[in-house]
């Protein structure tokens, strides 16, 4: 059985920081793009960053400068560094991973998604 799992998230602070961690397992490959996204309160899920099986990374606007996306392919891993938190940060934030090299942070691309992991930013 396949699947992805999200760790590391929980409260903090404004100006804190938090690094979440997903773990892929049960794939007899690497995927090729790895991804999270994020479900603010009230909101649809929209995309955070991506990571491309050669290292290619984006991000969004919004995170752009405060967030770093990485992978260990050995480990088949996708970890977030999240620094310069905000209230407006707060959300669910799920890992996901498609087959393809993706360059862009659409939902409808990903086809395997983990249950996600809460974060809160208390101001």
């Known amino acids: 059985q396949v699947h992805l799992r999200e760790s590391g998230g929980g409260p903090v602070q404004t100006g804190g920081s938090l690094r979440l961690s997903c773990v892929a397992s049960?794939?007899?490959?690497?995927?090729?793009?790895m991804a999270w996204f994020r479900q603010l309160p009230g909101k649809e899920r929209e995309g955070v960053a991506y990571v491309t099986e050669v290292g290619m990374v984006g991000y969004a606007s919004s995170v752009q400068g405060r967030f770093t996306a990485s992978r260990d392919k050995a480990a088949n891993t996708l970890d977030l560094q999240m620094n310069s938190l905000n209230v407006e940060d707060t959300a669910i934030y799920y890992c996901a991973a498609h087959d393809k090299a993706v360059c862009q942070l659409r939902e409808d691309l990903f086809s395997d998604w983990g249950q996600g992991t809460q974060v809160t930013v208390a101001s």
């Open positions: 049960g794939y007899t490959y690497i995927k090729r793009t």
